[in-house]
């Protein structure tokens, strides 16, 4: 099980560009989540999705765009970067078992917008 | 929202010392999680722990969720264990989104 993958591992983009950050898991979980982490700080909800075909806002949305395109994959987009968009993305993915909310996660995409 | 507040915020300790971080939530929780994010900025599941006592080798975890804290605790430290400690938690059943507190940076001297 290669469990959450993220592509790319590192982006540069100067600002006004768009981009698209790949998400994937490989053990069917219903959830799937999109963080961002800003330097010294802990990690923020951007976006969700409870299950395939949903989406929901988190504590972060603005400026960002999601897609669940199937079970396996969660997408996030920057339609228009910003300098305050620059962060370390996470993506992460649960199941809410009987036993077990366990979160976890990929190894992050660091982000620079110029 | 709930609130997760982890103590101390830092953390510089010789090789071989023992630690405990702290981690407070303000409301009732049905999920917490620790995790340790290495220098490298990969974050790792150390512990799912909404009541009881773990242990894992040189680590253990104990929550009293009665009373709203959680503890991490290290034993004989290693460089290895520098890093940054997270605990998260999950407000209640069909809300799975996690709540981070702002981590306890450990700095294990050799």
């Known amino acids: 099980n290669a469990g959450v993958t993220q592509t790319p591992k590192f982006q540069v983009l100067k600002t006004g560009q768009s981009m698209t950050l790949q998400c994937a898991q490989d053990m069917n979980h219903n959830s799937m989540y999109w963080y961002r982490q800003d330097p010294g700080m802990g990690l923020r909800l951007i976006y969700y999705s409870a299950s395939e075909g949903t989406t929901d806002k988190g504590e972060v949305p603005n400026g960002y765009n999601v897609s669940r395109l199937n079970k396996r994959e969660f997408s996030l987009r920057l339609e228009s970067a910003a300098p305050s968009q620059t962060s370390v993305y996470f993506c992460?993915?649960?199941?809410?078992?009987?036993?077990?909310?366990?979160?976890?996660f990929g190894p992050g995409t660091r982000l620079t917008v110029t | 929202g709930i609130q997760v507040e982890q103590s101390p915020p830092d953390l510089i300790l010789q090789e071989g010392a023992n630690s405990t971080l702290r981690c407070n939530f303000s409301?009732?929780?049905?999920?917490l999680q620790w995790f340790h994010q290495n220098p490298w900025g990969q974050l790792i599941n150390l512990f799912y722990?909404?009541?009881g006592t773990k242990q894992n080798g040189r680590l253990s975890a104990t929550t009293v969720a009665t009373e709203r804290y959680s503890l991490l605790y290290i034993s004989s430290s290693q460089t290895t264990d520098s890093g940054v400690y997270f605990c998260?938690?999950?407000?209640?059943?069909?809300?799975?989104?996690?709540?981070f507190g702002t981590g306890t940076r450990l700095t294990i001297i050799p």
């Open positions: 722990i909404p009541s």
């Open positions: 409301d009732s929780v049905n999920n």
């Open positions: 992460a993915s649960s199941e809410m078992g009987q036993w077990s909310y366990e979160q976890y």
């Open positions: 998260a938690v999950l407000r209640g059943f069909g809300n799975e989104k996690l709540t």
